[in-house]
Antibody
Framework: QVLLVQSGGGVVRPGGSLRLSCEAS????????MHWVRQAPGKGLEWLAY????????YYADSVKGRFTISRDSSKKTLFLQMNSLRPEDTAVYYC????????????WGPGTLVIVSS | EIVLTQSPATLSLSPGERATLSCRAS??????LAWYQQKPGQAPRLLIY???HRATGVPARFSGSGSGTDFTLTISSLEPEDCAVYYC??????????FGQGTRLEIK
């Protein structure tokens, strides 16, 4: 079955960096666009970034543009989110999610990983 | 950026009742709207995509309708396990992909 296993969350100081990983199994990872979405404590969902299946395009929310980078290693079936210059307002549960090859609804989600930015 | 406004913020109904959740877009999103269910402590789950298509494994009591700026998620006969927060999401005019603020459904 489709599985997205996330890792890399934790506590980091403001201005610090963290890299999140999302390892996929149970489907053809190379054929799927992938997203990162976050949810601050007690808040709603915020889309952050998208990487097309062939890495031809990547898009970011304004709130993270220039600080976060989405990437993938298809040989390892893994999606990454490199987060730099972290701020307290980046504190959230971060989800990876996949989309169909030619669409943008998010049809499977990872369990989430908590990132806390605090001094 | 397209803003999605969901109503009501909270809905409290009894098992067996019909639930109607609304999502209104600040401009037309054609039929490119999805609905998600999120239970406490869990990741969201896709229910409906392209306004009216049920995702794999979603019970038939969930249905979606609408186009343009006004959309509805209907749960025909509530079950206790339907207690959750429901989000709509658009992908017509992007980036960014945007979500509504959510409707909390409580089962009495």
């Amino acid at each position: 079955q489709v599985l997205l296993v996330q890792s890399g969350g934790g506590v980091v100081r403001p201005g610090g960096s963290l890299r999140l990983s999302c390892e996929a199994s149970g489907f053809n990872f190379a054929n799927r666009g992938m997203h990162w979405v976050r949810q601050a404590p007690g808040k709603g969902l915020e889309w952050l970034a998208y990487l097309r299946y062939d890495e031809s395009d990547r898009y970011y929310a304004d709130s993270v543009k220039g600080r976060f980078t989405i990437s993938r290693d298809s040989s390892k079936k893994t999606l990454f989110l490199q987060m730099n210059s972290l701020r307290p307002e980046d504190t959230a549960v971060y989800y990876c999610a996949r989309s169909p090859k030619w669409d943008l609804h998010l049809d499977s989600w990872g369990p989430g990983t908590l990132v806390i930015v605090s001094s | 950026e397209i803003v999605l406004t969901q109503s009501p913020a909270t809905l409290s109904l009894s098992p067996g009742e019909r639930a109607t959740l609304s999502c209104r877009a600040s401009q037309s999103v054609s039929h490119y709207l999805a609905w998600y269910q999120q239970k406490p402590g869990q990741a969201p789950r896709l229910l409906i995509y392209d306004a009216s298509h049920r995702a794999t494994g979603v019970p038939a009591r969930f249905s979606g309708s609408g186009s343009g700026t006004d959309f509805t998620l209907t749960i025909s006969s509530l079950e206790p396990e339907d207690c959750a927060v429901y989000y709509c999401q658009q992908r017509d005019n992007w980036p960014p992909i945007t979500f509504g603020q959510g409707t909390r459904l409580e089962i009495k």
